[in-house]
């Protein structure tokens, strides 16, 4: 534990190095015309990559808007999991899209205001639907629990299901896949993933929808840049005023008119 602080704090003072020697991201950005967000696509329904290649969620709309606004081009940057914050630290884009806020997460990043909220839940094989109708039956040794590394969903599996057998996976999809495909019992992520991911596997999987945690969303900065965090707040006050995020929400949330449109 002592030597993972040391590794997140060092992390810190290299971001706040960073912010300083290229200045103000506000300014970086202007200076370049290119406004750079970090994602990793396979996240439903947020960030996605299309059949002809393009990367698409209500994420994706989000960002070219924000861009739009300040009269810069949107720079995809599709980043590994595990390897988004050094990306963040190390200038390689200047914004981390749907990122869960956690006190350990806030050693290393800034969060903007959370924008969505994106709790845990379960997806479970269906020969288990008449035994279990609560996370907490999981909670035991002849379940084996599946999660992708370094996400909320195995953090809420090492809190809460400490009994079971764990295995992770380097993806999302395929770390349900495993429960999909009768391998794993049940699979643990944000509501958001897994209501979409049941909805388009409705035979091989069924959602216990009751989100067991909070998992707030936040744009996550590098540290130290007050007017980044200033900019990306009142840029979220504005399209929740305006009707823009609404509108975005029902797109990707209240349709399924895209499902076909992805890999």
């Not at 200045?23 to 299309?50: A, N, V």
């Not at 050094?86 to 884009?93: E, H, I, R, V």
């Not at 909670?139 to 992708?148: F, L, R, S």
């Amino acid at each position: 534990m002592k030597t993972t602080l040391r590794l997140l704090l060092l992390g810190s003072g290299l971001g706040l190095f960073a912010a300083g020697a290229q200045g103000s991201t506000l300014e970086q950005i202007q200076r370049s015309g290119e406004f750079r967000f970090c994602f990793e696509s396979g996240y439903m329904p947020f960030e996605m990559t299309d059949k002809g290649g393009d990367f698409i969620g209500f994420d994706i709309d989000i960002a070219k808007a924000m861009a739009r606004s300040v009269n810069v081009e949107f720079v995809p940057v599709n980043t590994g999991w595990d390897g988004i914050i050094p990306a963040l630290q190390t200038n390689k884009c200047d914004l981390i899209l749907g990122m869960t806020v956690t006190p350990e997460r806030n050693l290393s990043v800034n969060f903007a205001e959370p924008y969505f909220d994106a709790g845990q839940t379960v997806l479970i094989r269906p020969a288990l639907a008449d035994s279990i109708d609560s996370y907490r039956q999981l909670n035991d040794e002849n379940y084996t629990v599946t999660a992708q590394l370094g996400t909320t969903g195995e953090y809420a599996i090492k809190r809460h299901l400490g009994r079971a057998k764990v295995r992770l996976f380097e993806s999302s999809a395929d770390a349900a896949q495993e429960v999909a495909n009768g391998r794993a019992d049940a699979f643990v992520y944000d509501i958001s993933y897994n209501a979409v991911y049941a909805a388009q596997n409705p035979s091989r999987l069924v959602h216990l929808d009751q989100a067991f945690t909070y998992g707030p969303l936040g744009w996550a900065v590098r540290k130290g840049d007050g007017d980044f965090l200033n900019f990306l707040n009142n840029y979220l006050r504005q399209i929740r005023e305006d009707g823009s995020y609404d509108r975005l929400y029902h797109k990707w949330f209240k349709s399924d008119a895209w499902v076909g449109r992805v890999q």
